[in-house]
């Protein structure tokens, strides 16, 4: 079955205390993002990755941090979070010029 | 800079009437645009798109509509069921050289009275 899937799906936490968010996908897609979604200003995106070791900035990577060492995975790093980035984070794979595929989201809480 | 609007944020509809959901955009370069679907709890799912070349796509009860003359992108469910109710996001994609650099809209939720 093909999915994507994010670890932790919920987390509570402390400002400062670094934390990673997984992203796994078994579709062979070159292109993976990160988004988060707050109420009222829909789904901004962080990072992108268009295949291993190639990464670039959205419209929101202050903060963040990711990594593409392999095509599968594509975490998401805060490496001092802030509560300002509590929110719902999702990933997403696709393949060039069509639609993306989400995974199931996780929800930040930074204390 | 580049945005996408939706004009309506909330849309309620009866079961069985048909549903328009109407998204502006705002770069008149963007020429591919999706509409997803996003049940509560869930990501948001693919319902159907639309290249720049086409005005109107057909899929199973839903139809997008695309006038560039005035970067409009509309949504029409047929028939609008209970299991409709969602917010539904349009994405316009401006940078078509990257693939994948979508711009999304704040969302509209759409409510089916029974």
């Known amino acids: 079955e093909a999915q994507v899937t994010q670890n932790p799906r919920y987390l509570i936490t402390v400002t400062g205390k670094k934390l990673t968010v997984t992203c796994s996908q078994n579709m062979n897609h070159e292109y993976m993002s990160w988004y988060r979604q707050d109420p009222g200003l829909g789904l901004r995106q962080i990072y992108y990755?268009?295949?291993?070791?190639?990464?670039d900035k959205g419209d929101v990577p202050e903060g963040y941090k990711v990594s593409r060492k392999e095509k599968r995975n594509f975490p998401l790093i805060l490496e001092s979070p802030s509560p300002n980035q509590t929110s719902l984070y999702f990933c997403?794979?696709?393949?060039?010029?069509?639609?993306?595929?989400f995974g199931p989201g996780t929800r930040l809480t930074v204390l | 800079g580049e945005s996408v609007g939706l004009h309506l944020p909330t849309l309620s509809v009866q079961e069985g009437d048909n549903s328009i959901i109407n998204c502006a955009y705002s770069n008149s370069a963007s020429d591919y645009f999706i509409w997803y679907k996003q049940e509560s709890g869930k990501g948001p799912q693919f319902i159907i798109d639309i290249r720049s070349n086409m005005d109107k796509r057909q899929g199973q009860r839903v139809t997008v509509l695309l006038n560039k003359t005035v970067k409009h992108l509309s949504l029409q469910i047929a028939a609008t069921q209970p299991g409709d109710s969602a917010v539904y996001f349009c994405a316009e994609n401006p940078h078509h050289n990257y693939g994948q650099n979508f711009v999304f809209g704040p969302g509209t939720r759409l409510s089916v009275l029974p």
């Open positions: 997403a794979t696709g393949t060039g010029y069509n639609e993306q595929f």
């Open positions: 990755s268009m295949n291993v070791e190639v990464t």
